[in-house]
């Protein structure tokens, strides 16, 4: 018995050819797009030398670090965000706390939002913060463009030695949502 494919492919393109088929109506389509995206902000490793002189003879009770904050410089970002959430982990290895103040700056270096001062503990190893920031009661946010952090070891009867290894992990980072 001698078997023929061309009836076969003959029904298969009949039946591929006669399927039914309708158009797209494209303005019947009601997207939401919606995107979130992450970005780190700032990180900090400071060691027991970041907190004396070059002579590690006199304790130093302050240490600043001011970042580019480049975010919001996408006409994009500025107009569709909804919301921003910044997260911070610190990881204080001291037997002694710190208070830890972050603001954001515009061009001029003038604050255009400043964060709740954190105060972390001798030797806490997991502190965890979030602060959500909403552009609509807060529109001066958006013209940010740097980030100023301020770290403050706090007065204790504790004393730093320059030659004990200690370190003091500041992370931060941002999630934009934005609505279209």
Do not use: H, W
């Not at 500025?78 to 710190?98: C, G, M, P, Y």
């Not at 001029?108 to 001798?122: G, K, L, M, R």
């Amino acid at each position: 018995m001698k078997f023929t494919s061309k009836p076969l492919v003959l029904l298969f393109i009949v039946a591929f050819l006669s399927s039914c088929v309708d158009n797209l109506d494209f303005d019947q389509v009601d997207l939401d797009i919606d995107p979130i995206f992450t970005s780190p902000i700032v990180y900090l490793e400071l060691d027991q030398n970041d907190f004396f002189d070059a002579d590690n003879s006199v304790e130093i009770t302050t240490v600043t670090d001011i970042s580019d904050f480049t975010v919001f410089q996408s006409s994009v970002v500025q107009d569709n965000l909804t919301q921003a959430v910044f997260n911070i982990e610190v990881e204080n290895r001291f037997d002694r706390s710190f208070r830890i103040e972050v603001d954001l700056l515009d061009d001029n270096n003038n604050i255009t939002y400043a964060f709740t001062d954190y105060v972390i503990t001798a030797g806490n190893l997991n502190y965890t913060s979030t602060t959500r920031i909403y552009p609509q009661s807060s529109p001066g946010f958006l013209n940010s463009t740097r980030i100023n952090v301020v770290v403050s070891i706090l007065p204790s009867p504790n004393q730093l030695d320059p030659d004990i290894p200690k370190t003091l992990k500041f992370k931060s980072a941002g999630i934009y949502y934005l609505s279209f």
